[in-house]
């Protein structure tokens, strides 16, 4: 919502702040009253914000993903993506809050409506708008963003979050092998979000972040040698196509950077 760990952090605190005072006790929906409570703060955040450029995750810097660290996994696979975040930036607080609520965590209309103030027909219009300026918007191109999905990706193969994936994929997604990865692995080629979803969930846990010839990719190395290289195609801010590159002479011509 606030694109901002450390603002998100405030704005738990000043919820936290206000359920003691009120007491959980008298709340009858504690959790739809944490929601209502959360969002409208977030609301007031982004419309008293003085014009800036934002910076997602804080310092700016490239998503990591720790093997050890199953916290940061976590966030990352439930993570929508650091793409992403660029884009609600262009949103208005309204449009932003609308989007965020119903199309990211599947509240009713009838329940976003009252926390920005608005009817239900006109959320549900502020919604629709920022869902098309997302739908335009998350076609970054950067090198930046897409190694945010790459990441991400990473991240909910990991942990074998299905939901997490299928959020990253096209729905036209195909992964294609190369005659070296046919001879030693799985040799078929998959279709489909779904069918893609599937196949990588709670896999490439060898697989690391690496710039491929400039490109954000997977890169897999034994022995200090690289053994696959996971090729990415990006459409719209999700995984369009991934090849899985296994043959000696392509892979040591390739220029891989972690």
Sequence with gaps: MLGSRVEAEDAVQEA??????????EVDN????????????CLDALRTR??????????????????????????????VGGALTVVLASLNPAERVAFVLHDLFEIPFEAVAPVIGK????????????????RIGSADTSVRGQNAVVEAFLAASREGNFDA??????????????????????GEIARGAEAVATFFAGRVRAAQPALID????????HGGKLRVAF???????????????AD???TDAMQIDY
């Design 248 to 250: 000696p002479q392509r």
């Design 214 to 221: 400039g490109k954000p990719g997977l890169a897999w190395a």
């Design 16 to 25: 936290w702040m206000r359920a003691s005072r009120a007491g959980s006790s």
């Design 50 to 79: 003085t014009a800036r450029r934002e910076q997602p995750l804080d310092d700016g810097a490239p998503i990591g993903v720790d093997a050890d660290d199953p916290e940061r996994q976590a966030m990352l696979a439930d993570a």
């Design 165 to 186: 994936l299928l959020r990253l994929l096209d729905p036209a997604l195909v992964v294609r092998a190369d005659t070296a990865i046919a001879n030693v692995g799985p």
């Design 231 to 245: 090729v990415f195609s990006f459409a719209e801010g999700r995984v369009s196509a991934i090849d899985l590159i």
């Design 30 to 41: 504690l959790g739809g009253w944490l929601t209502t409570v959360v969002a409208r703060i």
């Design 119 to 134: 009817s239900v027909v006109a959320t549900r219009q502020l919604a629709s708008r920022a869902r098309r300026r997302v």
